[in-house]
């Protein structure tokens, strides 16, 4: 025997002999197709009921879910302080809300089966809208509108100065009220 050995692959080409790679790879694609052929699953054709159920399923959710959005909007504006948000911002504060706090996530998604826990989250959700719908600082906000009001219905006009009397006015005034008038100058200049 050489000191060489030669094995042959399953195709029954010597592995050693030259261009032997490309059997080898041609031989063990050929296997790959083969196991993929057999275990290939039949296609699936559509079945227009089960497509129909889901959908109406999906339906169904989703107008589950929008009724309890609205709900817990209605019930947000319970809340004073909220009474004029718009809708449209409460349901994203309440999207927002969820997202940070996986207890009210959790709590919404089981509303019908345990309502004293959503109920509970919902009045949390609330009590932190209206501390949100408040702004940065409550007296600062009163400060400006104070300022507001102050400025409103003032001009930038100089007051319009009293008009002097005429001549014939100061000669029909008494002694009293000439000394009057004459004060009144005296104090204004």
Do not use: C, H
Not at 11 to 29: E, Q, R, T, W
Not at 48 to 65: H, L
Not at 69 to 81: C, G, I, M, P, T
């Amino acid at each position: 025997m050489s000191d060489t050995q030669t094995t042959t692959n399953p195709a029954g080409s010597p592995s050693g002999a030259a261009g032997s790679g490309d059997a080898d790879f041609d031989a063990l694609a050929e296997g790959f197709d083969q196991a993929t052929q057999t275990k290939a699953q039949p296609t699936r054709k559509s079945d227009p009921v089960r497509e129909w159920a889901s959908q109406q399923m999906q339906r169904e959710q989703k107008a589950k879910v929008d009724t309890a959005l609205k709900e817990s909007v209605a019930f947000l504006r319970e809340d004073d302080r909220l009474k004029k948000q718009s809708e449209r911002m409460l349901r994203g504060f309440l999207y927002d809300f969820a997202v940070e706090n996986q207890e009210f996530e959790r709590a919404f998604r089981n509303r019908d089966s345990d309502p004293i826990a959503w109920r509970r989250a919902l009045t949390e959700a609330q009590k932190a809208a209206a501390a949100e719908s408040e702004g940065p600082d409550s007296k600062l906000t009163d400060d400006i509108a104070a300022a507001r009001a102050a400025v409103r219905g003032t001009s930038t006009d100089a007051p319009e100065k009293p008009k002097a009397p005429s001549n014939r006015e100061l000669s029909r005034m008494s002694d009293a009220e000439f000394r009057d008038y004459k004060a009144s100058l005296a104090a204004g200049a």
